[in-house]
């Protein structure tokens, strides 16, 4: 696929925008992102990303529980013990059955994030960025009331209310 800019060289980058439900794609070579000011980061090291991903693996405090030992996936037949072994999970369903599982790890890789917000684009409509930046304020705001931080949550919900008009 060509960079839809330059029309030249073959496009690296993909980006989708939704505004007001229509989705919008771009396709664009590394060059042409450069000088749209789109940050990119192309290449990870190897031993960054093993380090991340070995740093993420669950310890056995965090899958202990007796009940949630035993549970085992009706589709695939996987098991709390495959994923301590294997560090990956067997079909999609086992999302769902291993819930209760999966999400403090997920937040623990997520620094405290358990919804996917995607990468945003240096250069973007003020709309847009406004509406990430209430979508961001929110999750916090979830983040408090769950974590009992009552104090942070009414900060939170001021600056919510004010963006917001």
Known sequence: MQCQICTKNDATIHLTEINDGVRTEMHICEHCAAEQDIAVKSHIPINELLSNLLAVQPTDDEL?????????C???GFTVA???KEGALGC???????????HPLIEKAHDGRTTHCGKVPSKMPLDTKRQMELLNLRQRLEAAVRNEDYELAAKL?????????
Request: hydrophobic fraction near 30%; charge should be negative.
């Open 64 to 72: 202990s529980a007796p009940a949630e030992q035993e549970l085992v």
């Open 74 to 76: 009706p589709n695939c």
């Open 82 to 84: 495959q994923f301590q």
């Open 92 to 102: 999609p369903g086992d999302y769902e059955i291993f819930e209760k599982l999966l």
């Open 157 to 165: 919900r001021d600056e919510i209310e004010q963006s917001e008009n």
